[in-house]
């Protein structure tokens, strides 16, 4: 198969490691045993995960996409955002891939603009972030909330208790919808099946392939009818409630939340985790964490070995000054980005490593590659980044915001405060003017080292709001890979 050695891509925010894809090259090419990785798809090339790590794909033998057998080259199939599931062989190249998104359905009560959008998919909320969620099959990149409302979408992401954070949001042209959940009381052929956030949702499975027990976990794939309010399926087809299926050794990125629901008492999306015995979880709780450990199918929890901070907690949207890429063949993501805010001073040089630092790439697809070589001089870019122990900035993702004008319509920066005064307030080395009756500050006059977020709505060098950010921004010195 086609393979190019690409070194980045999504996400954040947003997600996983390889216990047994660990390799000096970044590549997956040490594993034993057998294990399955779980998260986000951030690249190609093979398939390059949002924990950075590019799995080799040379030893595919089953992908099942949208619960189609895929013949061919299974990247074709795929794109940047869907979460997914990979079965790792005992080399650590992938021998199978599965991907199903979470919801299939009419979008309605849409709320938001420019990507940053909630909405409900047969009452199930979702939301979509700016830069993050990837949109395909829209007339705009992000759609206009006109166009996504009412709009029939299939939606990938992450399950943060009832929510689903949407990774991945494609415009369907049929009227198909799919849903899962539990089987309610059966009777005859006609069920309430309860969804994730603890709605319902009436099925008719007189047309379906099989009609399932009370208590089963399905998937249901069907048309709606508005005027009795049920889902005539046409498919049910039998799934897991979390992300794995085999015992053994397991990786998942995502959001470590407390869930109530859970036994363990936590959860990483829709698996139930153990963390009593890995302390590197306790203090990650409420942010993206790459978590390692053994998987008890018997119970369906994840013992957690070992959990890795994943947040990017540095953000700008800026103008790019200049770009210098050392190997545009075999490592087109490898390389410098330096940008400012004129007329604001400064300049932010920002790092895209290579393995297992690897930099997300909103828009990579396996057809369509994006890297550094598609960013030019005066392009507006969106970088979310983290601190290495020198102080250095690493990109962890990176969107193309406008190729074709010079500059941006506004500027965007959050980072610790370096300095500040009556007039001024410098963030990474970048120096913004204050102006009394302009600047709006919602929570107060920040100090210095408050993590803060400023806003330059009009490129004019003056802050208009000056946001302090609820967390601190940390140190994400420590090797993804030292595993």
């Known amino acids: ?34 294990s399955t990785v779980v998260g986000t798809i951030a690249g190609f090339g093979s398939i390059v995960m949002s924990n950075g ?8 033998t089953t992908c099942d996409v949208d619960d ?7 990247e074709d199939s795929l794109a940047v955002g869907m979460n997914v599931s990979m079965q790792l062989d005992t080399s650590g190249a992938v021998s199978s891939v599965h991907y ?19 909405f409900e998919v047969f009452g199930v909320p979702v939301t979509t ?38 990774s991945y949001v494609e415009k369907q042209s049929d009227t198909t919808f799919e849903v899962e959940g539990s089987v309610g009381t059966v009777s005859g052929a006609a069920f309430p099946l309860t969804l994730k956030n603890g709605g319902t949702i009436n099925v008719d499975a007189s047309s379906a392939n099989l009609i399932p027990q009370t208590g089963d976990y ?23 409630e979390d992300d794995f299926d085999d015992d053994g050794e397991a990786e998942i990125t995502g959001t470590l939340l407390q869930d109530s629901s859970s036994t363990t008492g936590y959860s990483i999306n829709s698996t139930q985790v153990d963390i009593s015995n890995a302390t590197s979880c306790t203090d990650l709780v409420g942010t993206v964490v790459e978590a390692e450990g053994i998987y008890n199918e018997t119970i369906g929890v994840l013992v957690v070995e070992e959990c890795e901070d994943e947040d990017d907690e540095l953000e700008m949207k800026c103008q790019v000054s200049s770009v210098a890429v050392p190997d545009p063949v075999l490592l087109p993501k490898v390389g410098t980005i330096e940008c400012n805010f004129p007329p604001a001073t400064g300049v932010l040089t920002v790092e895209f490593r290579d393995s297992p630092e690897l930099a997300e790439f909103s828009g990579d697809d396996w057809d369509d590659h994006f890297d550094l070589t598609d960013i030019n001089t005066g392009a507006c870019v969106e970088i979310e980044a983290s601190l290495d ?10 969107q193309l915001e406008d ?11 959050a980072g610790s405060v370096d300095t500040i005064t009556t007039d001024t307030i410098t963030v990474l080395g970048i120096t913004f003017t204050l102006m009394n009756g302009v600047t709006d500050y919602p929570d107060g006059t920040p100090v210095v080292g408050d993590s803060v977020k400023i806003k330059d709505d009009n490129a004019d060098g003056t802050a208009d709001s000056v946001e302090i950010e609820d967390t601190e921004v940390t140190d994400d010195s420590e090797d993804n890979n030292d595993s």
């Open 389 to 398: 122990t020198t102080g250095a900035l690493v990109a962890g993702f990176l």
């Open 129 to 166: 972030t700016s830069p993050g969620t990837q949109w395909q099959g829209f007339n705009t990149n992000p759609p206009l909330s006109t166009e996504l409302d009412g709009a029939n979408v299939e939606v990938s992401g992450e399950w943060q208790g009832t929510e689903l954070v949407a």
């Open 68 to 74: 189609t057998d895929v013949g061919g080259v299974c």
């Open 1 to 34: 198969m086609k393979l190019r050695l690409l070194t980045g891509s999504l996400v954040s925010a947003l997600a996983l490691v390889g216990i047994t894809a660990c390799s000096d090259g970044g590549t997956s090419d040490t594993a034993s045993p057998e």
């Open 100 to 118: 199903d998104d979470d919801l299939e359905g009419p979008a309605t009560n849409v709320t938001g603009t420019d990507g940053s959008f909630s």
């Open 403 to 413: 190729e074709f004008t010079s500059g941006c319509a506004a500027y965007e920066l």
């Open 218 to 240: 399905v998937e249901v794939e069907g048309s709606y009818d508005t005027n009795t309010a049920t889902l005539i399926a046409i498919r049910i087809e039998f799934e897991d």
């Open 53 to 60: 790590i590019e799995y080799n794909t040379d030893n595919i």
